[in-house]
């Protein structure tokens, strides 16, 4: 089963309107973490938001915030006032427990296209 | 603070050619990750190290993958012999500290693209 489901391919908006992106997870730990990365197309996989299972309240970061809804184990991604720079690969990711060695899983991804 | 350094950026070979990447993480890091991102997926995880010790390694093909961390810094990732299949950019990614925490953040290089002909 896939731990980390987008079901999105790919989403299109214009610039100045807000989008969000899917992410739905599986787990049965009660610890764990989430994150989402943005790929641009030169590859590199930047960090953008992380919301941890206990936290009350949804991450924020800039024109960035994270949907958490626990009890459907969802954690959407929220971008506001979308520019075209935008424009890339997100990818929501998981880190289960709290022990050592657990490295993050990554969903397929969504590909996000902004124009003007 | 300089970033995740990999080369080369990019690789073509032809099948059966053996073929190496590498990878040096941010300073201080004690955990360096690589990944597997086959086109139009996902990033796999293919090793996990930390420090110089193999954490995780259930996902690599390991007949014809390896990978090594020398003195807990540099890393190499080899393939020997490549296939078509192994056609993907690797992504080394590094994080501080040496016990997994959940709000831990992994830091990505540029990654290889390889072609395997």
């Given amino acids: ?116 | 603070e300089a970033g995740v350094a990999q080369s080369p950026r990019y690789k073509i070979i032809e099948k059966r050619q053996s073929v190496a990447f590498w990878c040096n993480p941010i300073s201080g890091h004690a955990t360096l990750y690589w990944y597997q991102q086959i086109l139009g997926q996902g990033p796999k995880l293919l090793i996990q190290f930390q420090n110089n010790g193999v954490v995780d390694d259930s996902q690599l093909p390991k007949d014809r993958f390896s990978a090594e961390r020398l003195k807990g810094v540099d890393s190499t990732l080899k393939i020997q012999p490549a296939k078509l299949e192994d056609s993907a950019v690797y992504l080394c990614a590094s994080s501080f500290r040496a016990a997994a925490a959940t709000n831990e953040k992994l830091f990505f290089g540029s990654g290889t693209q390889l072609s395997v002909l």
């Fill in chain 1, 1 to 116: 089963a896939q731990k980390i489901t987008q079901t999105q391919p790919g989403m299109f908006v214009q610039e100045k309107e807000a989008v969000t992106l899917d992410c739905t997870y599986d787990t049965s730990d009660q610890s764990y973490g989430l994150f989402w990365y943005k790929q641009p197309s030169s590859g590199e996989m930047i960090f953008l938001i992380y919301q941890g299972s206990y936290d009350e309240q949804n991450a924020t970061e800039g024109r960035y915030s994270l949907n958490f809804q626990k009890a459907r184990k969802s954690a959407n991604l929220v971008i506001s006032a979308s520019q075209l720079g935008d424009s890339a690969m997100y990818f929501c990711a998981m880190r289960e427990g709290w022990q050592a060695g657990t490295a993050l899983i990554f969903g397929k991804g969504t590909t996000l296209s902004v124009s003007s």
